[in-house]
């Protein structure tokens, strides 16, 4: 009876052992961070958004929370003082790194600047890029991807760097407003705000950016160097995340039209402009192109952003990049 009663108690203990072997380990809490997009009013920056509402970032044990600044420089300065871990920002922002913000570029993830546009008022007599000359352009920031394009333009066109005068007006509504009082003779912004100001015929956009960069950088993800050092694999995880996030954009047409529309309420016919237009740019590795970092490198030269070129471990890593991702699988 003993043995039996032994023999029960080794049976027991086994198939308890059995179910806890089978039965899922406990699941890790999401590491918090906190990710800066440049300006809130792009559709190049709603896969944050959408990261976070379709679940992708959750899938990679990730509780992101989004922060939204006014222009590059006001991303840098968030950065560098801790603010935010991780930034959406432009390639040409990439020179704050150089000149000490602790940030470095982890992934490049938007090339020609389709998505930016030179806007005038509906009624404006400028009709060509020629009618810029001496004009005022409104910019996000001092030091952003807005100023730098709208100097662009003026090297492009013989002017010299000043050619076009530049006033920061902060993105979004703020240079819209300045853009339909006439304050400006023109504005560097979305091209999804310059659709949206043709529909309601208070603006129309005069030209798109990659005619004048058609190998370029537009957008990166930045990361705090602090970052990089100790918590590689977040670092790791967020870039995956991110570029997950643009591959079920890619297969999700209809969903991520409704999704950035309830982040930049512009509308079903702009925002599908937006998309058909800027997807195809949206990058699916997240590798730097080095044609257009030479031309970025060179330009920050000519504008006197940098005395010299620099070294690319001075503004990025590719510690990060190919990213590969299996599938878009992971939104909920």
């Given at each position: 009876m003993r043995?039996?009663?032994?023999?029960a108690t080794l049976l027991?203990?086994a198939t308890?052992?059995?179910?806890?072997?089978?039965?899922?380990?406990?699941a890790?809490?999401?590491?918090?961070?906190?990710?800066?997009?440049?300006v809130p009013?792009a559709?190049t920056?709603t896969?944050l958004?959408i990261?976070i509402k379709?679940?992708?970032?959750?899938?990679h044990?990730?509780d992101?929370?989004?922060v939204?600044?006014?222009?590059d420089?006001?991303?840098?300065?968030?950065l560098?003082s801790d603010?935010?871990?991780f930034?959406l920002?432009s390639?040409?922002g990439?020179a704050?790194?150089?000149?000490?913000v602790p940030v470095r570029?982890?992934?490049?993830?938007f090339?020609?600047?389709?998505?930016i546009a030179?806007t005038?008022?509906?009624?404006s007599?400028?009709k060509?890029v020629?009618?810029?000359?001496?004009?005022?352009m409104?910019?996000?920031t001092v030091?952003s991807?807005?100023?730098?394009l709208t100097q662009?333009?003026?090297i492009?066109?013989?002017?010299?760097?000043?050619?076009?005068?530049i006033v920061?007006?902060?993105g979004g509504?703020?240079?819209?407003?300045?853009?339909?009082?006439?304050?400006?003779?023109?504005?560097?912004g979305?091209?999804?705000?310059?659709?949206?100001?043709?529909?309601k015929q208070?603006g129309?956009?005069l030209v798109?950016?990659?005619e004048?960069?058609?190998r370029?950088?537009t957008?990166?993800?930045f990361?705090?160097?602090?970052m990089?050092?100790?918590k590689?694999?977040v670092?790791?995880?967020?870039v995956?995340?991110f570029f997950a996030?643009l591959?079920w954009?890619r297969?999700?047409?209809?969903?991520?039209i409704?999704d950035?529309?309830?982040?930049?309420?512009?509308g079903?016919t702009?925002?599908?402009g937006a998309?058909?237009r800027?997807?195809?740019v949206?990058s699916k590795?997240?590798?730097?192109d080095?044609?257009?970092?030479?031309?970025?490198?060179?330009?920050?030269v000519?504008l006197k952003?940098?005395?010299k070129?620099?070294?690319?471990?001075q503004?990025?890593?590719?510690?990060f990049v190919?990213v590969?991702?299996?599938?878009?699988?992971g939104a909920?």
């Amino acid at each position: 009876m003993r043995n039996i009663r032994h023999t029960a108690t080794l049976l027991s203990l086994a198939t308890a052992l059995v179910a806890l072997g089978a039965a899922p380990p406990p699941a890790h809490a999401a590491d918090t961070v906190r990710v800066g997009k440049a300006v809130p009013t792009a559709f190049t920056f709603t896969p944050l958004d959408i990261g976070i509402k379709e679940g992708v970032f959750a899938r990679h044990q990730l509780d992101v929370k989004a922060v939204n600044f006014t222009g590059d420089a006001k991303l840098q300065q968030g950065l560098a003082s801790d603010g935010v871990d991780f930034g959406l920002g432009s390639g040409p922002g990439m020179a704050f790194a150089v000149k000490g913000v602790p940030v470095r570029a982890v992934a490049a993830y938007f090339g020609a600047p389709v998505n930016i546009a030179a806007t005038v008022g509906w009624n404006s007599p400028i009709k060509k890029v020629a009618d810029l000359k001496g004009k005022i352009m409104a910019v996000s920031t001092v030091g952003s991807l807005t100023a730098w394009l709208t100097q662009r333009i003026s090297i492009h066109e013989g002017w010299g760097p000043d050619g076009i005068k530049i006033v920061a007006t902060g993105g979004g509504p703020a240079m819209t407003s300045a853009i339909i009082s006439g304050s400006v003779d023109a504005g560097m912004g979305s091209y999804e705000s310059a659709l949206s100001l043709q529909e309601k015929q208070r603006g129309r956009p005069l030209v798109t950016m990659d005619e004048f960069a058609p190998r370029f950088i537009t957008h990166v993800i930045f990361a705090r160097t602090q970052m990089i050092d100790e918590k590689p694999a977040v670092v790791e995880r967020f870039v995956q995340g991110f570029f997950a996030t643009l591959e079920w954009m890619r297969q999700h047409r209809a969903e991520t039209i409704a999704d950035a529309d309830e982040v930049l309420h512009e509308g079903k016919t702009v925002l599908t402009g937006a998309f058909d237009r800027e997807m195809p740019v949206m990058s699916k590795d997240g590798r730097f192109d080095p044609v257009a970092l030479k031309t970025i490198k060179e330009s920050w030269v000519a504008l006197k952003t940098l005395p010299k070129m620099p070294q690319d471990d001075q503004f990025l890593t590719r510690k990060f990049v190919p990213v590969k991702i299996a599938s878009a699988s992971g939104a909920k």
